[in-house]
């Protein structure tokens, strides 16, 4: 791997191996970590996501189970799944994978897991304790990936200038947070660009670091990046591709081949920040169940 490539795979399985020993110290306790995965509908990405994630799971010894509703899934089932979800003692995780159905309000479906299983983050009671810089909290899991990224490859956030693209309550708004926290991997001057934001470029071209998670394939070009910057690259964007078999391909937020020859570390895509997604989701059950004695 060229020594500018931030390398997501293999942080991932160092925390992957991590996180074994626990597992096995709770299992010595009569413990096996539980995790339940909530799928609503047939979104042919989040079939692939949940698919890894369970797969992760078997991998390092961590039980779970997933829950598969129709598309035509009414607000108040869901709600009634995540009440005998939350008050089933196997399970310390609840993960209810996004997007959901239009017709149900996401934030109604997150702030009705118990916050001591929301491996996930979501939880209004997380998302404040990590405004408050209270580490009590459980991290959403792609941004708390993200700072592991750049901790374990020795990026320096202390003083740096961020540029955090995109404002979604999945990444953007809770990366940003993160980062202008004082602490490790964090102590950043951070902007968040968004749809609305004029002349994106000259951000860009400020940062020291750019976490894009826009959603726009291919947005971060080589003239958006100063040399030597860190780019992390989020994104993932289904693109017609008339070379493949199915007609499409996937890429990332950022144009890889041009940007990586400008950058001091890039993310590769896949094999970035995707499997830290999943490592960070499994160190938050495992701290789940962890806490679960107390
Ligand atoms: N959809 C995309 N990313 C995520 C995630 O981190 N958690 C859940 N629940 N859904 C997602």
């Known amino acids: 791997m060229p020594a500018n ?13 991590e996180l074994a020993s626990r597992v096995a110290d709770l299992k010595k306790r009569g413990v096996a970590p539980g995790l339940a995965f909530v799928r609503v509908g047939e979104d042919p990405a989040s079939k692939v996501y949940v698919g890894r994630k369970e797969k992760a799971c078997a ?21 009634a799944l995540i009440a005998k979800l939350n008050s089933d003692p196997r399970l310390h ?11 149900i309000s996401e934030s109604r479906i997150y702030s009705s897991v118990l916050p001591a299983k929301d491996v996930d983050g979501f939880h209004p009671v997380n998302v404040g304790k990590l405004m408050l810089g209270d580490a009590t909290g459980f991290r959403p899991c792609t941004p708390a990936g993200v700072v592991e990224l750049l901790v374990r490859s020795g990026v320096k956030t202390d003083g740096a200038e961020v540029v955090v693209l995109g404002r979604g309550n999945i990444v953007g708004k809770p990366m940003a ?12 001057t951070v902007t968040i660009c968004h749809s609305a934001t004029r002349d994106i470029k000259s951000h860009c071209l400020r940062a020291d ?9 291919e947005f971060v070009k080589a003239d958006m ?15 017609p591709d008339a070379n493949s078999k199915t007609g499409t391909k996937l890429v990332g937020d950022v144009d890889f081949a041009a940007v990586e020859k400008i950058a001091g570390k890039i ?3 896949p094999g970035g920040v995707g499997p830290m997604t ?9 701290r789940a169940s962890e806490l679960s004695f107390n």
């Open 177 to 188: 947070a993160m980062l202008c926290q004082k602490g490790k991997g964090a102590n950043a």
């Open 267 to 269: 993310t590769p895509n």
């Open 225 to 239: 990046v100063k040399p030597g910057a860190t780019v992390i690259d989020v994104g993932v964007n289904r693109v």
């Open 209 to 217: 670091i750019i976490v894009a998670a826009i959603g726009v394939a």
């Open 59 to 79: 991998e390092l010894g961590i039980f779970s189970e997933t829950y598969v509703l129709p598309e035509a899934t009414s607000e108040n089932e869901l709600l």
């Open 278 to 286: 999943i490592a960070m989701l499994l160190q938050n059950t495992v």
């Open 5 to 17: 490539l931030i390398d997501g795979r293999a942080i991932a399985a160092q925390i992957l191996g």
């Open 93 to 103: 995780g609840i993960l209810v994978q996004a997007p959901l159905p239009k017709h």
